[in-house]
Nanobody
């Protein structure tokens, strides 16, 4: 079992930056692929970024490429999402997720564990 707790959300002006953190419980965090998703009311959960436990390899959604960076610190059981050049359309609840199986980085159904989410609001 893995428990995930996100933090770092908040209110920021357009063009600003935030760094989200996701702290994971469990001894084998280093063997999980980790992802970030986001969701606004009435819309499906959207893939933001993922990082593999091997490599690591990084994957990004088209809407955040060049602005967001995902990283992980296995010693701290934590994955991060550095968000720069934020836009109002980045406003959403951001969720951290973990999966065991490789591949299918952007598929929500592939992820085994989810955090409760943290709100990010970008004002114009």
């Amino acid at each position: 079992q893995v428990q995930l707790v996100e933090s770092g959300g908040g209110l920021v002006q357009a063009g600003g930056s935030l760094r989200l953190s996701c702290a994971a419980s469990g001894r084998i965090f280093s063997r999980y692929d980790m992802g970030w998703f986001r969701q606004v009311p009435g819309k499906a959960r959207e893939f933001v970024a993922a990082i593999s436990w091997r490599g690591p390899y990084r994957y990004y959604g088209d809407s955040v490429k060049g602005r967001f960076t995902i990283s992980r610190d296995n010693a701290k059981n934590t994955v991060y999402l550095q968000m720069n050049s934020l836009k109002p359309e980045d406003t959403a609840v951001y969720y951290c997720a973990a999966k065991v199986q490789a591949g299918e980085w952007s598929a929500t159904w592939r992820y085994d564990y989810w955090g409760q989410g943290t709100q990010v609001t970008v004002s114009s």
